[in-house]
């Protein structure tokens, strides 16, 4: 069965840090890219970084430019999300996501279940 699985979710004061943790089972994810999204109650799922298939470039979301960086393990199929500077309006639910060369993101089978961040003022 090929999962993702992410972790590292939590609650945390405003200014403050999460690390997110995304580990994929089942197939190797070295070739496909992988990213990170969001979504609160009531709104539609966002981009919030990611990391090209070619490995060679990653991408943020405005909102969290120069706060949040996302990373690759390569060794260990995993990607993750350092937040740093944390806001209110980062609580949401943080998905993993993986998508082989020139698929989008959102056509990709490959998604995890998530993990909530709650950040408090």
């Known amino acids: 069965q090929v999962q993702l699985v992410e972790s590292g979710g939590g609650l945390v004061s405003a200014g403050g840090s999460l690390r997110l943790s995304c580990v994929g089972s089942?197939?190797?994810?070295?070739?496909?890219?992988m990213a990170w999204f969001r979504q609160a109650p009531g709104k539609e799922r966002e981009f919030v970084a990611a990391?090209?298939?070619?490995?060679?470039?990653?991408f943020y979301a405005d909102s969290v430019e120069g706060r949040f960086t996302i990373s690759r393990d390569y060794g260990k199929n995993a990607a993750y999300l350092l937040m740093n500077s944390l806001k209110p309006e980062d609580t949401a639910k943080y998905f993993c996501?993986?998508?082989?060369?020139?698929?989008?993101?959102?056509?990709?089978?490959?998604w995890g279940q998530g993990t909530q961040v709650t950040v408090s003022s």
């Open positions: 990391f090209s298939w070619t490995g060679g470039h990653t």
């Open positions: 089942g197939r190797s994810f070295s070739s496909y890219g």
């Open positions: 996501v993986a998508a082989p060369p020139e698929t989008s993101w959102y056509d990709s089978d490959y």
